[in-house]
């Protein structure tokens, strides 16, 4: 399996993946680690393979949004490990969909686990690992400018629109979807205008998926709650949406390569075809809605 960021200029390190310098202007290449963290990076652990599952799953669930009208940040797969992606300038924020009563939410309301709300409920997070990723209101991002109000109504529309579509998808391959994080980026197309995409990665890293018959929990909450079989959680999701064969993945997280070797790479049509510019060329005093 060729790496093929390893001469390139490394931008950023994660808990999760690593962000190199991309092979033309406007675009990075994302790195899926292997390397597990949860409660803020106290718990951490190694799990071989996660990494290639995360970079598939993601790559698929991206383009399949793409086909609905949301743009994201995906170009291609580049190999099992890494894709090209736009550079985008993040926003600040993580963005929380629940559909069923589960973590934190249930911790801070006193809701017991698998209650299904009686609408999707969308949260706002502050990015910051310092500060233990505070729950902020739409008036709090408003204020301290980490969005306009234009945004925003571009974020809350995407996210109620990606629930849809992805419980749609999840529910078709038996699974729950319970909630899922999201992340937004900003980029300037040809004429100065700002573009909201959806960023980062859509996973079992960053989604609660349950399985619909037994609720088996297949997402990093077997890591978090120490139900064992990780790896396998995370298989088992991408088995179901059609995209690893039979013997891609053996015992210990181990790659057959020439299994991968005849998978094909992932291509996000829809995205190459918009025509925007690295953030770094068009900087905007005032971000207006694209």
């Known amino acids: 399996m060729k790496n093929l960021t390893s001469k390139r200029k490394k931008l950023y390190e994660g808990k999760a993946k690593i962000v190199y310098e991309g092979p033309e202007p406007g675009t990075v290449i994302q790195y899926f680690k292997d390397d597990a963290t949860a409660f803020n990076a106290q718990k951490k652990a190694v799990l071989s393979g996660k990494g290639v599952l995360n970079n598939r799953i993601s790559s ?3 383009a399949r949004l793409e086909t609905i009208g949301i743009p994201t940040h995906f170009l291609r797969s580049m190999n099992m490990r890494e894709q090209l992606v736009r550079e985008v300038d993040i926003v600040p924020l993580e963005v929380v969909v629940r559909n069923i009563a589960a973590g934190s939410l249930c911790k801070r309301l006193g809701l017991t686990e698998g209650t299904i709300l009686p609408k999707p409920l969308v949260e706002f997070y502050y990015k910051n690992d310092e500060l233990g990723d505070p729950m902020v209101s739409e008036d709090h991002i408003i204020t301290f400018g980490w969005a306009d109000p234009y945004e925003m109504e571009e974020i809350i529309g995407m996210a109620w629109r990606i629930n849809d579509y992805l419980n749609g998808l999840f529910s078709a391959i038996g699974l729950k979807l319970v909630d899922f994080k999201m992340e937004f980026g900003r980029i300037w197309g040809e004429y100065g205008d700002v573009y909201i995409l959806l960023s980062d990665e859509i996973s079992p890293d960053t989604c ?7 609720d088996k929990k297949l997402d990093k909450d077997r890591f978090r709650q120490d139900l064992g079989d990780v790896v396998e959680g995370y298989q088992e999701v991408a088995k179901r949406l059609g995209l690893i064969p039979e013997g891609l ?4 997280g181990n790659i057959n390569e020439d299994v991968a070797a005849q998978l094909e790479e992932i291509e996000n ?3 190459k075809e918009r025509q925007l510019k690295s953030v770094k060329k068009t900087p905007l005093s005032k971000p207006r809605k694209g």
Do not use: P
């Open 249 to 252: 993945i053996g015992e210990g």
């Open 208 to 214: 609660r998926l349950w399985d619909a018959k037994t």
């Open 60 to 62: 698929h669930l991206m």
């Open 269 to 271: 049509d829809l995205a």
